[in-house]
Nanobody, 124 residues
């Protein structure tokens, strides 16, 4: 069992930056993804990173603004969000799975373990 604990998030003005963290014992052995869910909408893929720290992929909506990374010594994953827009407002979740295939990396059902979620609010 992998328990993902998230921190970070909060309220920021448009154009600002926020960082999210996700920590779990043994996280270094898992691929890590970030998803978000806006009110009334489905989960939306944000980014994913393999356990090795390579094979990084982003949703088109965040590419160039968000950066996913990890520190396997600390068993921690990160999502740095820059140039935030009001449409980035959502609850953000980290998720982990032993191996994520390229074909389903954007599917939340492919991830086995989930963090508790953290709210990010971007004001205009």
């Amino acid at each position: 069992q992998v328990q993902l604990v998230q921190s970070g998030g909060g309220l920021v003005q448009a154009g600002g930056s926020l960082g999210l963290s996700c920590v779990a014992s043994g996280l270094s052995r898992y691929a890590l993804g970030w998803f978000r869910q806006a009110p009334g909408l489905e989960y939306e893929f944000v980014a994913t990173i393999a356990s090795s720290g390579q094979n990084i992929y982003y949703a088109k909506s965040v590419k160039g603004r968000f950066t996913i990374s990890r520190d396997n010594v600390k068993d921690t994953g990160y999502l740095q969000m820059n140039s935030l827009k009001p449409e980035d407002t959502a609850v953000y979740y980290c998720a982990a799975v032993a191996v994520v295939e390229y074909g389903n990396m954007e599917d939340p059902a492919a991830y086995e373990y989930w963090g508790q979620g953290t709210l990010v609010t971007v004001s205009s």
